[in-house]
């Protein structure tokens, strides 16, 4: 189908029309959208943008009423706390090299076993594909058993 000049211009003038009426009912959305959005999405916007971080010269210095080193002697006395209680659990104790020792065992006994024998092929099989595929110009100079 060939289409005429008259075709080609009512698709071009339409076409721009359609979508220019598809983008006002979406930016109407977006924007109703915005108005009706939760109390903590302006907060949201905000961090978005990277806006009302205070910047390094706005930090305030620390002052002699309340030294830094105050705070880490208090978190010591808390350290020591929970080393109390963590060597004081039952958890905590080491197990004996017996009970280790036992362990690996067990462990080792399950893989021990190893594969069990081949049901499929008989040895004197197993010797006839190896003796169909001993050819002396290729298996020459390679090891045999």
């Keep these: 189908m060939i289409l005429t000049m008259k075709n080609t211009a ?3 003038c339409g076409v721009p029309f359609l979508l220019a009426t598809a983008c ?3 930016f109407t ?3 109703s959208a915005i108005n ?3 109390d903590w999405y302006a907060e949201r916007r905000v961090q978005i943008r990277g806006e009302g971080y205070p910047d390094i010269i706005d930090i305030p210095a620390t002052t002699p009423a309340a030294p830094p080193v ?3 002697s208090k978190s010591g006395e808390d350290l020591a706390v929970l080393q109390r209680q963590f060597l004081t659990d039952p958890r ?5 090299a017996e009970k280790i020792e ?3 065992a067990e462990l080792r006994a399950e893989f021990e076993p190893g594969l069990p024998e081949a049901e499929f092929l008989s040895e004197s099989e197993i010797a006839a594909i190896r003796a169909s595929f001993n050819v002396p110009r290729v298996t020459e100079g390679l090891y045999q058993p």
């Design 10 to 12: 009512i698709l071009l």
């Design 24 to 26: 006002s009912s979406s």
């Design 29 to 31: 959305k977006v924007r």
């Design 36 to 38: 009706e959005a939760p």
């Design 70 to 72: 105050r705070a880490l």
């Design 92 to 96: 905590a104790e080491v197990a004996p």
């Design 102 to 104: 036992q362990v690996a």
